[in-house]
């Protein structure tokens, strides 16, 4: 009983903040309910106009594409990084400092700042890279697709790969020194040894990493927000961007929430991917 009575403030603010708001939206989503305006209950509408939406269709396009592209560039870069400094020196730690450090600038100031930097006459990477012969400094790189692409990844990649590198470099720092030796004194080469005794170790740790960036991934909103506006030409709206677009832009609350409820089942298939895989990884 007194269990339940010190439980019941958590289970206040769980329905307070996600099973009512969860509710609500659901219950939105099943009408045409116009940011100002009275609703109308339409049933499963919203639903049926989703799945022939062809903005949206491209949105989700766009964000699965994206999902693939930087998935396996913070994945083997963290992999990378944290073999790099695994080794508990001053030196080492030193550089665990500045690759994490980038982890604690948010999202939308980590925008801004490379937004700066790539902007065509002042920006400092542009200037740089132009006296260098290497870019045009007068271009706008954010007025064509690939481009803005490109520098979206690099911010991204900066911000966050820090947290992945430390995530691996604690699994790696969970196996046990005596393995690795084991298998060196049994004739084990240093690839032999990475391959077949590290990578199935860390697999719990890499299937965390991997849901961590993908679910990041498909939420995308704030460095499109900021840095390429959806554009050029709508070709980087991510899922995230559309509903915000039709919630707070076109005021059809109805359909957003439509939206979002069906996003909410993508990542759910996500995380029932991510319990999947780390059961997996147990039974190995």
Same mark, same amino acid.
């Given at each position: 009983?007194?269990?339940?009575?010190?439980?019941?403030?958590?289970?206040?603010?769980?329905?307070?903040?996600?099973?009512?708001?969860?509710?609500? #939206?659901?219950?939105?989503?099943?009408?045409?309910?116009?940011?100002?305006? +009275?609703?109308?209950?339409?049933?499963?509408?919203?639903?049926?106009?989703?799945?022939?939406?062809?903005?949206?269709?491209?949105?989700?396009?766009?964000?699965?594409?994206?999902?693939?592209?930087?998935?396996?560039?913070?994945?083997?870069?963290?992999?990378?990084?944290?073999?790099?400094?695994? $080794?508990? +020196?001053?030196?080492?730690?030193?550089?665990?400092?500045?690759?994490?450090?980038?982890?604690?600038?948010?999202?939308?100031?980590?925008?801004?700042?490379? &937004?700066?930097?790539?902007?065509?006459?002042?920006?400092? #990477? +542009?200037?740089?890279?132009?006296?260098?012969?290497?870019?045009?400094?007068? $271009?706008?790189?954010?007025?064509?697709?690939? #481009?803005?692409?490109?520098?979206?990844?690099?911010?991204? +990649?900066? $911000?966050?790969?820090?947290?992945? &590198?430390?995530?691996?470099l604690s699994g790696i720092q969970g196996i046990p020194d005596e393995v690795n030796e084991a298998a060196r004194i049994d004739g084990a080469t240093g690839w032999q040894s990475f391959w077949y005794i590290t990578v199935p170790l860390l697999r719990p740790t890499l299937a965390l990493v991997l849901v961590f960036s993908v679910a990041g991934s498909l939420l995308a909103f704030d460095q499109f927000y900021i840095m390429t506006t959806g554009g050029p030409a709508g070709s980087t709206l991510t899922a995230v961007y559309e509903i915000y677009r039709n919630?707070?832009?076109?005021?059809?609350?109805?359909?957003?929430?439509?939206?979002?409820?069906?996003?909410?089942?993508?990542?759910?298939?996500?995380?029932?991917?991510?319990?999947?895989?780390?059961?997996?990884?147990?039974?190995?």
């Amino acid at each position: 009983m007194l269990g339940l009575l010190l439980s019941l403030p958590a289970f206040a603010l769980l329905g307070l903040f996600f099973i009512w708001p969860f509710i609500r #939206t659901i219950y939105m989503s099943l009408n045409d309910w116009p940011l100002l305006g +009275t609703p109308e209950f339409i049933g499963f509408g919203n639903y049926v106009k989703a799945f022939g939406d062809d903005q949206f269709i491209r949105a989700v396009g766009f964000t699965f594409f994206y999902t693939i592209v930087i998935t396996p560039i913070l994945i083997i870069l963290a992999f990378g990084l944290a073999f790099l400094v695994r $080794k508990g +020196t001053r030196a080492h730690r030193f550089f665990q400092t500045v690759y994490f450090l980038p982890v604690v600038i948010g999202l939308a100031s980590g925008s801004y700042i490379w &937004m700066f930097m790539w902007q065509s006459d002042i920006g400092p #990477t +542009t200037q740089l890279l132009g006296s260098w012969g290497l870019v045009d400094p007068q $271009k706008n790189y954010f007025a064509d697709f690939w #481009t803005a692409f490109a520098i979206v990844l690099g911010m991204v +990649t900066w $911000k966050v790969v820090g947290l992945q &590198m430390l995530l691996v470099l604690s699994g790696i720092q969970g196996i046990p020194d005596e393995v690795n030796e084991a298998a060196r004194i049994d004739g084990a080469t240093g690839w032999q040894s990475f391959w077949y005794i590290t990578v199935p170790l860390l697999r719990p740790t890499l299937a965390l990493v991997l849901v961590f960036s993908v679910a990041g991934s498909l939420l995308a909103f704030d460095q499109f927000y900021i840095m390429t506006t959806g554009g050029p030409a709508g070709s980087t709206l991510t899922a995230v961007y559309e509903i915000y677009r039709n919630g707070f832009v076109k005021f059809d609350v109805g359909y957003a929430s439509a939206l979002s409820i069906l996003l909410m089942l993508v990542l759910g298939v996500v995380s029932a991917g991510q319990m999947l895989l780390l059961r997996n990884s147990d039974n190995a």
